[in-house]
């Protein structure tokens, strides 16, 4: 089942409202109209990429503090 633009649109705000503290995004709906669900595709996927570059970053910032 594929998803409609308004539903990638509100899982691309849950993505980036996932953090406490951070002012919420809202996407104005009216941009359905100039980006297609391939775009809105991309738009996901880089932000999940990111959140795992960013994880990996933390992961390695930690290891630094473990006893040999």
Known sequence: ME???E???TDIENLLNRYEGIKPTHIDPA???FLDRNTLLSIIDSILRQQEKTNESNIEWLEQ???Y
């Open 3 to 5: 998803s409609t633009k």
């Open 7 to 9: 539903q990638l649109i």
């Open 31 to 33: 941009l359905l109209q």
């Open 65 to 67: 503090f473990k006893q």
